[in-house]
């Protein structure tokens, strides 16, 4: 009976502790929580970024913000294994250095109790990223430790004016035919790259002549020279002139008038000689005109910009040195069982209980942190339905943490909000959070 007793009363107390342990991560998980939901402008999705708070002290004065650019979020930094350096391999190559990177502007933001350090880097062409330090470091009794870098690669638009001129052909020199066979605009794209609209300038369009054509002709004029006594064209000219030409004799053609009879044969009495005269020429005609006209306009290019990476530092106060202001107690063996099964509860949370999806919600092209779920790969489904009251929009970024995007890569998940239903291919290697967007 005893035995039984005793039994009882250490499962009890075992259970008493794993829930004891559990309700203690229970508890730092909703803190984590809200302090989420209170600095949700902090995420850096979308190129959210932290509000800036009137009064709050800058670590060094402010510079110049960089125009804002398409945003990428770099994965969190890797840690070595402690323990001795490797040998450098002989016939390895050498190990790349990267150079350290300096922030251009440092800003300390406060509110509602949080603190955090904003260091922003503007990136020449030839450095990375990488040389950004990602160490955690302290200051005025806070702790201070990397949560985002958020890069934004700005762009800027080269312009200048262009002329293009376009010909074509036509059997017409008239403006008014002309101008239907050009089109009033034109697309227009240059050899590097500058694009636009240009408009016709009518004041500009020519027509010339394309070619011409030659060819020969004889001309004729006929002139009669009556009462002539005889038919000798010695009596006739053999040239004339008519409208300052010159038209040379080739033919004449003799009639007889006034015949009388004499020694029994008829003879006239005069005679008209009906005189051709010709001349020879050439004639040239157009054969069709050209039309030039020319199009006017801006032509702009987008050209490379600065790259700005920002790293987001989140503090909390700094935990006192062990012994500096609580003395050392020790532990009895009670104690040390029922510290052990708070770890071991809170274990069992961590891995089984705890909410491993953060959920945003997007509008106006901002992201804002409402809440977190749970999704498991033996039961891959998000329920959004509960984030309706907080939800402005339909759109979410879902952001799964790295154990939950390990165990779900490669699978389908099933997101529902209220009565819609999509579905998401997890594609990450579980190398660190993986994000997504859904759209109901």
Same mark, same amino acid.
């Given at each position: 009976?005893?035995?039984? =007793?005793?039994?009882?009363?250490?499962?009890?107390?075992?259970? &008493?502790?794993?829930?004891?342990?559990?309700?203690?991560?229970?508890?730092?998980?909703?803190?984590?929580?809200?302090?989420?939901?209170?600095?949700?402008?902090?995420?850096?999705?979308?190129?959210?970024?932290?509000?800036?708070?009137?009064?709050?002290?800058?670590?060094?004065?402010?510079? $110049?913000?960089?125009? $804002?650019?398409?945003?990428?979020?770099?994965?969190?930094?890797?840690?070595?294994?402690?323990?001795? $350096?490797?040998?450098?391999?002989?016939?390895?190559?050498?190990?790349?250095? =990267?150079?350290?990177?300096?922030?251009?502007?440092?800003?300390?933001?406060?509110?509602?109790?949080?603190?955090?350090?904003? @260091?922003?880097? /503007?990136?020449?062409?030839?450095?990375?990223?990488?040389?950004?330090?990602?160490?955690?470091?302290?200051?005025?009794?806070?702790?201070?430790?990397?949560?985002? =870098?958020?890069?934004? /690669?700005?762009?800027? &638009?080269?312009?200048?004016?262009?002329?293009?001129?376009?010909?074509?052909?036509?059997?017409?020199?008239?403006?008014?035919?002309?101008?239907?066979?050009?089109?009033?605009?034109?697309?227009?794209?240059?050899?590097?790259?500058?694009?636009?609209?240009?408009?016709?300038?009518?004041?500009?369009?020519?027509?010339?002549?394309?070619?011409? @054509?030659?060819?020969?002709?004889?001309?004729?004029?006929?002139?009669?020279?009556?009462?002539?006594?005889?038919?000798?064209?010695?009596?006739?000219?053999?040239?004339?002139?008519?409208?300052?030409?010159?038209?040379?004799?080739?033919?004449?053609?003799?009639?007889?008038?006034?015949?009388?009879?004499?020694?029994?044969?008829?003879?006239?009495?005069? !005679?008209?000689?009906?005189?051709?005269?010709?001349?020879?020429?050439?004639?040239?005609?157009?054969?069709?005109?050209?039309?030039?006209?020319?199009?006017?306009?801006?032509?702009?290019?987008?050209?490379?910009?600065?790259?700005?990476?920002?790293?987001?530092?989140?503090?909390?106060?700094?935990?006192?040195?062990?012994?500096?202001?609580?003395?050392?107690?020790?532990?009895?063996?009670?104690?040390?069982?029922?510290?052990?099964?708070?770890?071991?509860?809170?274990?069992?949370?961590?891995?089984?209980?705890?909410?491993?999806?953060?959920?945003?919600?997007?509008?106006?092209?901002?992201?804002?942190?409402?809440?977190?779920?749970?999704?498991?790969?033996?039961?891959?489904?998000?329920?959004?339905?509960?984030?309706?009251?907080?939800? &402005?929009?339909?759109?979410?970024?879902?952001?799964?943490?790295?154990?939950?995007?390990?165990?779900?890569?490669?699978?389908?998940?099933?997101?529902?909000?209220?009565?819609?239903?999509?579905?998401?291919?997890?594609?990450?290697?579980?190398?660190?959070?993986?994000? !997504?967007?859904?759209?109901?």
């Amino acid at each position: 009976m005893r035995r039984t =007793i005793a039994r009882g009363a250490a499962l009890l107390t075992l259970a &008493a502790m794993l829930l004891f342990g559990g309700a203690q991560t229970f508890a730092a998980e909703t803190r984590e929580t809200s302090a989420e939901t209170k600095s949700d402008t902090l995420d850096a999705l979308h190129g959210g970024a932290p509000p800036s708070v009137p009064g709050a002290a800058a670590v060094t004065p402010a510079a $110049p913000q960089a125009a $804002p650019g398409s945003a990428e979020t770099l994965p969190p930094p890797t840690f070595a294994s402690e323990g001795p $350096p490797p040998k450098p391999d002989a016939e390895s190559e050498p190990v790349r250095k =990267i150079a350290a990177l300096y922030p251009s502007d440092v800003r300390g933001i406060e509110e509602n109790g949080s603190r955090w350090i904003v @260091k922003t880097y /503007e990136l020449g062409a030839e450095e990375s990223p990488e040389g950004i330090a990602r160490e955690s470091f302290e200051l005025d009794g806070w702790r201070y430790d990397l949560t985002d =870098i958020l890069k934004n /690669e700005t762009a800027a &638009a080269e312009t200048r004016e262009h002329t293009e001129t376009v010909t074509l052909n036509t059997d017409t020199k008239e403006l008014d035919k002309i101008l239907p066979l050009l089109a009033p605009t034109l697309d227009f794209t240059t050899d590097d790259g500058f694009a636009g609209v240009l408009t016709l300038d009518v004041s500009s369009v020519k027509a010339e002549t394309a070619g011409t @054509k030659t060819t020969g002709f004889t001309k004729n004029i006929t002139r009669e020279y009556p009462r002539l006594s005889e038919s000798d064209t010695s009596l006739i000219p053999k040239t004339i002139d008519d409208g300052g030409r010159t038209y040379t004799l080739t033919n004449v053609d003799w009639r007889a008038g006034n015949l009388e009879s004499i020694d029994y044969a008829d003879v006239p009495g005069h !005679f008209t000689a009906v005189a051709v005269y010709s001349r020879t020429g050439t004639s040239t005609t157009v054969t069709g005109y050209v039309v030039a006209a020319e199009y006017k306009g801006t032509v702009a290019k987008i050209v490379s910009g600065k790259t700005v990476c920002t790293a987001y530092f989140m503090g909390t106060p700094s935990a006192p040195e062990d012994g500096a202001d609580e003395p050392a107690v020790p532990l009895s063996a009670a104690g040390g069982a029922a510290a052990g099964a708070g770890l071991l509860g809170g274990a069992v949370f961590f891995f089984f209980l705890r909410k491993n999806v953060k959920v945003h919600n997007l509008k106006g092209g901002k992201c804002a942190f409402i809440g977190k779920t749970r999704v498991t790969a033996g039961n891959p489904v998000i329920d959004l339905t509960p984030f309706a009251d907080k939800a &402005a929009t339909g759109s979410f970024v879902l952001v799964l943490d790295f154990l939950a995007a390990k165990s779900l890569s490669g699978k389908t998940v099933t997101v529902n909000f209220g009565a819609g239903e999509l579905r998401h291919i997890v594609t990450g290697d579980g190398g660190g959070e993986y994000r !997504f967007e859904v759209d109901f």
